[in-house]
């Protein structure tokens, strides 16, 4: 009968049935077992004594035996372990909505891993809407997600410590710490070289990935990637030490908030000085997707701004460039779209991409500046020299380093200054003037006529 525990096995009762596992006969139900009686192994009776028979009418003694019910029984919670064991509700919000629900951790609960969310799905416990619900559905504003209580975490002494192994040579391990420019509990900025990969790939062995490693310090886990730059481009490179800061420097980045101003050494002169590319950028067919192009059609939005620097007669510019989207290859196909390629881009410029004499082959592209909003508050803001080769051939072409950072357009001071007052004072006076005389004019037209 369900809700009872399995009966002893042993000879057949006199109803002729056995009661191994089968319902047992209705007077010895009724009895039923002597308070305090052990089990066979000497234990604590394993569900509670019945009332006694003689406390019961004739009716209920009658009466088929009804199943045993379970009673749900909450649980305290040890205030030693310092666990709720409440369970939580939360409401999607509009940000959220389409995205999958193991995404909806990462972002809201990130010390839950993918692991556990998995274990909640498969043994129901966690749900949306009251159903049951598994990591890669997609959730919908306004519904609301059933996660299960938090579970004790050991003790930072108890807790065992993975050893990581570190497959670097000494040598390695220096090249990489020696790229730091900037480090604090949640952050890492490196300027990586020209030539050193972000990440692995056919015939790609050397890579700062694969560096991540010798970047550990004082932390348990390596650093994340959290957006790349190209394998010939030097420059600031941002890594994030937790995953919490992971998802924050993630969202500023396809938020646009982030912001990364380029150097770059073009080839000719811009006619304007301040200018906005805005071309559509798709992979270009027959490349294997290693190459972009200009593709009205089918190609995603994309926009660069430039700024001119300086100018080397009509030979070369020296200027600064920032993405406003995020394509790959983005600034190396919109300066050579405009008819400026980089110098050094053999990839996107041709033959047209080199200047001669001493001014190396190298490309000349480099991320000066990068600026985000720090997960604890502030900002990260960072700005990484220039490797050897760019510089000397901005110092060959006669060009004035002091020049080259300009501000963003947010730390212009707009405020109007004295001059500017006056200057807009008399302005005003001689619209005001202007008006007056055609009204004059006006009046004299009207007596005449």
């Known amino acids: ?25 209705r007077k010895s139900a009724a009895r039923g077992k002597a308070p305090g009686a052990r089990t066979r192994d000497g234990d604590k009776p394993a569900f509670k004594p019945r009332a006694p028979a003689a406390a019961k009418s004739g009716a209920a003694r009658s009466a088929p035996p009804k199943p045993a019910v379970a009673k749900s029984v909450a649980v305290k919670p040890n205030p030693a372990k310092g666990v709720s064991l409440d369970v939580r509700q939360y409401r999607v919000a509009a940000d959220d909505d389409g995205i999958r629900l193991d995404r909806w951790f990462q972002r809201h609960l990130p010390d839950v891993g993918f692991n556990l969310v998995s274990r909640w799905s498969r ?11 598994a990591p890669g559905d997609r959730i919908s504003e306004g519904q609301m997600i059933r996660v299960p209580p938090a579970e004790p975490k050991p003790d930072a002494a108890d807790r065992p410590k993975r050893a990581r192994i570190v497959d670097l040579t000494p040598d390695e391990i220096s090249y990489a ?34 560096l991540l490693d010798a970047l550990l310090f004082d932390a348990e886990s390596r650093p994340k990637l959290v957006h790349r730059l190209d394998k010939d481009t ?27 101003v380029y150097w770059a050494l073009v080839m000719g002169v811009p006619s304007i000085e301040d200018g906005m590319i805005e071309l559509p950028i798709a992979k270009q067919p027959g490349t294997g997707g290693e190459k972009m192009h200009v593709d009205e059609e089918e190609g995603l939005p994309a926009r660069s701004r430039y700024r001119v620097i300086e100018r080397a007669g009509n030979r070369a510019a020296w200027v600064e460039l920032q993405p406003y989207t995020g394509r790959t290859h983005q600034l190396r196909v ?11 881009d053999g990839k996107y410029g041709g033959k047209d991409a ?14 000066r500046r990068i600026r985000v909003d720090h997960p604890d508050g502030g900002r990260v803001d960072m700005t990484a020299e220039l490797p050897t080769h760019f510089a ?3 110092h060959e072409l006669g060009f004035d380093l002091t020049l080259g950072d300009m501000p963003l357009d947010d730390e212009i001071d707009r405020t109007p200054t004295r001059e500017d007052e006056k200057k807009a004072a008399r302005q005003h006076a001689k619209q005001y003037r202007k008006g007056r005389k055609g009204e004059r004019r006006a009046r004299g037209s009207a007596r005449k006529a």
């Open 334 to 344: 919109h300066m050579a779209a405009i008819g400026h390629p980089i110098v050094g």
């Open 354 to 367: 080199f200047l001669s004499g001493t001014i190396s082959r190298k490309m000349h592209l480099h991320a």
């Open 177 to 210: 710490q020696d790229m730091v420019i900037h480090r604090d509990a949640q952050a890492i900025v490196i300027n990586k070289p020209p030539g050193l990969a972000t990440q692995g790939g056919t015939k790609t062995d050397e890579h700062v990935d694969k």
């Open 234 to 260: 030097s420059g600031a490179l941002l890594l994030a030490r937790t995953s919490r800061a992971a998802a924050h420097f993630a969202k500023a980045f396809s938020s646009r908030t982030a912001r990364k």
């Open 123 to 133: 043994t129901g416990q966690l749900r949306v809407d009251g159903a049951r619900a």
């Open 392 to 394: 000397n051939s901005l």
């Open 1 to 25: 009968m369900k809700g009872r525990p399995p009966g002893k096995s042993g000879p057949p009762s006199r109803g002729g049935k056995g009661n191994g596992g089968r319902t047992p006969d």
